[in-house]
């Protein structure tokens, strides 16, 4: 883990918070990084659609001096980094044989999950652990895509304690973070934390004075304001493909990580519950298989 993010994990944060046409900007950088180094400031807005003053405004979003220190860190990255930059080589296209095609998704999963690992903050991991443990009540939640996600989770973690939930349907979760009980958390999964249906409930969750974990693609958004901790799940922000998947893997790395650690902190508990939690499925399976037989 690194306590300071390339410029290239700055720029995927900060995603959400640029204009259209810095969005532009951004994702030429992040999928051609090896140019950079080599256009200068008006070759980079011609490729973009830009002007150089928008070129300008993008870089101090990113709270840089200019144009030549974007370029002067794209290159150090370049140097101290093998995974950077893969978007390009990686793109799937027509002509390529299935071979090619498993080859260039395997990349990219290896890359994403390195590029997630790497740029996890130790500190948000602690704090979100730290809160699961002192909750008494902890509902998963994630809308679309992202229900998935929150189902995941419940599932990973309903076998360490009973505490943990995930309600499937939308309404359902609403009513839930408006009758949560005394020392409740909730864990939102978000891509943008941004979606108004999403922010009902975590607003529902507040007015019963919940914690909040965020675990999101952005640092910054409304839903982040609301909570009392935020996990960046950084992927290379590609809008044509792969995009969802690699944040999705993401997504599920991340809950291995909190999960695992969660085991650390309550060895006991864990082991206990994991064993009578085995015990109990085992013993299921076992009797279906005989009655099958029989």
């Known amino acids: 883990m690194q306590t300071a993010p390339d410029i290239f994990a700055r720029i995927s944060s900060k995603m959400n918070l640029f204009s259209k046409k810095e969005r532009a900007i951004a994702s030429y950088v992040l999928t051609h990084p090896h140019d950079i180094p080599h256009l200068a400031i008006s070759d980079l807005a011609e490729k973009c659609d830009a002007s150089d003053a928008t070129i300008f405004r993008f870089c101090k979003q990113l ?22 930059a893969l978007a390009s080589d990686t793109a799937i296209e027509s002509h390529n044989s299935l071979n090619e095609i498993m080859d260039k998704l395997l990349s990219v999963s290896q890359s994403a999950l390195a590029r997630v690992q790497q740029n996890l903050n130790e500190t948000d991991i602690d704090c979100a652990v730290t809160l699961l443990c002192k909750a008494d009540y902890v509902q998963f939640v994630g809308f679309g895509n992202m229900l998935l996600s929150a189902m995941e989770a419940r599932i990973r973690f309903m076998r360490l304690s009973y505490k943990f939930h995930c309600d499937i349907d939308h309404q359902l979760q609403g009513i839930t973070a408006a009758l949560l009980p005394s020392n409740s958390l909730v864990v939102f999964f978000s891509y943008s934390g941004s979606t108004n249906d999403i922010l009902e409930v975590a607003r529902l969750a507040r007015q019963r004075n919940a914690k909040i974990i965020l675990i999101s693609r952005y640092a910054k958004s409304e839903l982040a304001d609301l909570a009392d901790c935020t996990i960046v799940c950084d992927v290379i922000h590609d809008v044509h493909q792969n995009g969802l998947l690699t944040f999705k893997m993401g997504l599920l790395y991340i809950i291995e990580v909190l999960y695992a650690e969660y085991c650390r902190r309550n060895p006991e508990e864990a082991e206990r519950n994991r064993r009578i939690s085995s015990m109990t499925i085992g013993g299921r399976v076992a009797s279906q298989v005989e009655l099958e037989d029989g």
């Not at 144009?67 to 101290?80: A, G, I, T």
């Open 63 to 84: 709270e840089l001096r200019g144009y030549p220190e974007l370029r002067m860190q794209v290159m150090q990255c370049l140097s101290n980094s093998s995974e950077v």
